[in-house]
């Protein structure tokens, strides 16, 4: 079944995976045991290693958003800076535990030129030495001061904010813009999520069927949730896929990976926003596994195609929302 699978996964990417199962079998086999500090110099050395393209923009600035628990350190990426332009939040990947704005760097760059937004990256805090709630509340202050921030840096912008986050950083866009329902002062036009967690009650029929083999693991998940979850017993109730949605959520575009765990519940998310009369759209990406955004040099075509399916949903004229 993985055989028939895998033909449809293009060649490099295809390579890569074969190696990357045989050095899990061996490391498991020398008795590995996965930690903060191995997920974090994995992941981070994974980007270094395949995101080989980082382009210059004419305006990149470090900041700090003060909160009340932490003050959240921001990387401002702006590609016009003599035009106002509107702004997205963006909130890495790596699972609650890994990942950080500087190993996001050429991520970042390239979706602030993809879409001509002013890109401000998040450093958010982690786990498992932060647990959740500490990362939604990090995200929540940089939502809620993003305009603050740009505006004492004399940053030209327009008061136009979307949420931007893949896999764990996707997590907390939505459930971001599910609290900023019921938060007055936070407007949020609009969200990408790509490839994200969505459901930590783990439920959907895809969580089985890429269980194994595909980068992205069921027993990872649990590890990563469990670090993450410290204490949290009710998972779905922080799930954002069973969270309350009212008319004010953002215009929500899901991008998904076919060969991914987490694939059914970014598909469920859309169709349950769409249900309630949102405007929501997901599309998935054929022979694609979970963070190919940071195996670019494996899968460019299909990286490109993810920036332009991102642009123009945040460049589109505003949709209206049902009546």
């Not at 939502?143 to 949420?163: D, I, S, T």
């Amino acid at each position: 079944m993985q055989d028939d699978r895998d033909a449809a996964i293009p060649k490099p990417l295809r390579e890569w995976l074969v190696q990357l199962r045989a050095a899990k079998a061996l490391a498991h086999a020398n008795g590995y045991r996965r930690t903060a500090i191995n997920a974090r110099e994995t992941f981070d050395a994974l980007i270094r290693t395949f995101v080989t393209e980082r382009p210059e923009l004419p305006l990149v600035r470090d900041d700090v958003i003060p909160g009340h628990e932490y003050h959240v350190p921001v990387r401002i990426y702006h590609p016009a800076p003599a035009a106002a332009r509107p702004v997205a939040l963006f909130l890495h990947g790596g699972g609650h535990v890994a990942g950080s704005v500087a190993a996001y760097d050429p991520i970042a760059r390239r979706l602030a030129l993809a879409t001509g937004w002013i890109l401000v990256a998040a450093e958010y805090r982690l786990a498992p030495e932060c647990p959740y709630p500490a990362a939604v509340k990090d995200s929540m202050v940089c939502a809620k001061q993003v305009f603050r921030c740009l505006g004492a840096q004399g940053v030209r912008y327009q008061p136009r904010l979307a949420l931007i986050g893949d896999s764990g950083g996707g997590a907390l866009c939505a459930t971001v813009s599910h609290l900023a329902q019921f938060e007055p002062g936070v407007a949020i036009d609009s969200q990408v999520l790509i490839y994200p967690s969505l459901d930590y009650s783990l439920s959907q029929p895809s969580v089985t069927a890429y269980a194994e083999g595909y980068f992205l693991e069921r027993e990872r998940i649990l590890w990563l949730f469990d670090s993450y979850l410290q204490g949290q017993q009710d998972r779905r109730a922080v799930s954002p896929l069973f969270m309350d949605i009212t008319e004010h959520m953002p215009h929500t575009l899901v991008i998904t990976a076919e060969l991914d765990p987490l694939r059914d519940e970014g598909i469920a998310y859309a169709q349950r926003l769409r249900a309630a009369g949102l405007s929501a759209t997901s599309h998935t990406l054929p022979g694609m596994v979970h963070a190919y955004l940071c195996l670019a040099d494996l899968v460019p075509d299909a990286c490109s195609q993810t920036y332009d399916l991102l642009a123009r949903f945040l460049n589109a004229p505003a949709h209206r929302r049902p009546s």
